[in-house]
C-alpha cells in the first residue's frame, strides 16, 4: 500500500488449498485487504483426491469453504479437474453438482494435463494408467459446459464460468494482453517489453539483492510478430473472441494483414468466425482450440 495506488475496487486473490486455512487466519487476511480466493478442490470424489495426493478431503473442502463465507469473502473460485485416471462421467457429474450448491462465483475447469517427469507421466508409459477414452473427455467437457450454464454461470473463457461480474480480473488481464509485474521468489513478469522470471531460490534472490542488481534468472524479448500471434491465440480464448479494433490501435495494423491466409482457412474449416469486429472461435472448434492456435505460431 505504500508503494502502489491501492483503489477500493481492486481485486486482490489469494490461492489456498482446502484444509489449510482457518477462520481466524482468513478474517486477518480479509482485513489486510484480500476480497477473493481460488481454492484448489480439483474433485469431490474422495478416491481420486487420493489417487492425486491431494491432503484433504471432500468434507474438508466443503468446510473451507462455509469457512470463507463465515470470514466474509463474497467471491470464491474453486478450480475443478476432468479426465482424471479412473474417473467416470458419473463422478464428474457429481463434483460439478456439489460445487454448484456450495453458492460460489467462479469456477475454472482443466482437462487433465499429464507431465513427463511425474508418477502419472512415467505410468502413462508404461501403459498402466486408466485415463478416460478421448470421448469420454469431450462428453466430460460439454457436461461442464451445459450444467454450470444451467445453474447460471456464464462462460467468459475456454475453461472458466462465472456468476455475471465476477470474471476472474487478472486472467481477463492475461488473456487481453495486459502488463503484468511479479514480484517475489519464482514471480513471472511481463511488462516493458521483456518477459522474465525471478529466481525460485532464496538466497540466490537475497544475494542478488543486496549486490544492487535485481533477482531475474530468465529473460525473453518477444519479436513484433511473436506478440500479435499471442494476442491473437489468447485472445480466442474468450468467449468474446478477439477485439480488432484494440489489435489495429495496439499494433498499427489490420490483422488480416498478417494473419490473411490463416484466418481464411479456419474460416473455410468451420473453426473461426468474424462478427462485429470480433474474431471468434466456433462451438466446432472449442474442443480442438489448441489446434486452432498453432496457426498462429
Known amino acids: 500500500r505504500d508503494l502502489f495506488n491501492w483503489s477500493p475496487q481492486m481485486e486482490v486473490t489469494l490461492e489456498a488449498n482446502p484444509g489449510t486455512v482457518d477462520i481466524k487466519k482468513l478474517i486477518q487476511l ?31 473442502a466443503k468446510e473451507s469453504i462455509m469457512i470463507a463465507k463465515e470470514a466474509g469473502f463474497k467471491n470464491v473460485s474453486l478450480d475443478l479437474m476432468y479426465g482424471l485416471p479412473g474417473q467416470s462421467l458419473g463422478q464428474w457429474e457429481e463434483t460439478l453438482f456439489q460445487t454448484i450448491e456450495l453458492d460460489v462465483q467462479h469456477i475454472s475447469v482443466y482437462g487433465l494435463k499429464i507431465e513427463k517427469d511425474t508418477v502419472w507421466g512415467k ?18 467437457r460439454e457436461q461442464a459446459n451445459k450444467i454450470l450454464q444451467q445453474a447460471g454461470f456464464v462462460r467468459y473463457e475456454i475453461s472458466n464460468y462465472a456468476r455475471p461480474g465476477y470474471e476472474s480480473r487478472h486472467n481477463l488481464g492475461y488473456w487481453t494482453g495486459k502488463p503484468y509485474l511479479g514480484l517475489g521468489l519464482g514471480a513471472s513478469s511481463d511488462c516493458w517489453n521483456r518477459r522474465f522470471v525471478n529466481t525460485p531460490d532464496l538466497e540466490h534472490y537475497i544475494f542478488l539483492l543486496n549486490k544492487g542488481q535485481l533477482p531475474v ?29 484494440l489489435f489495429k490501435k495496439r499494433y498499427g495494423v489490420e490483422i488480416e494483414a498478417i494473419f490473411e491466409a490463416e484466418i481464411e482457412k479456419l474460416k473455410r474449416m468451420g473453426l473461426l468466425k468474424k462478427n462485429h469486429r470480433r474474431l471468434q472461435l466456433t462451438a466446432k472448434a472449442l474442443p480442438i482450440a489448441n489446434y486452432v492456435f498453432t496457426f498462429f505460431v
Open 30 to 60: 480479509k482485513k489486510a485487504g484480500l476480497n477473493r480466493l481460488s481454492f484448489g478442490v480439483q474433485s469431490f470424489d474422495q478416491n481420486l483426491l487420493a489417487s492425486m495426493g491431494r491432503i484433504h478431503s471432500p468434507e474438508m
Open 123 to 140: 505410468w502413462e508409459l508404461e501403459g498402466r494408467l486408466p485415463l478416460p477414452e478421448e470421448d469420454v473427455v469431450l462428453t466430460m
Open 217 to 245: 534468472i530468465e529473460e525473453e524479448i518477444l519479436s513484433f510478430r511473436q506478440r500479435m500471434a499471442e494476442t491473437v491465440f489468447l485472445g480466442l480464448r474468450l468467449s468474446t473472441g478477439l477485439d480488432l479494433e
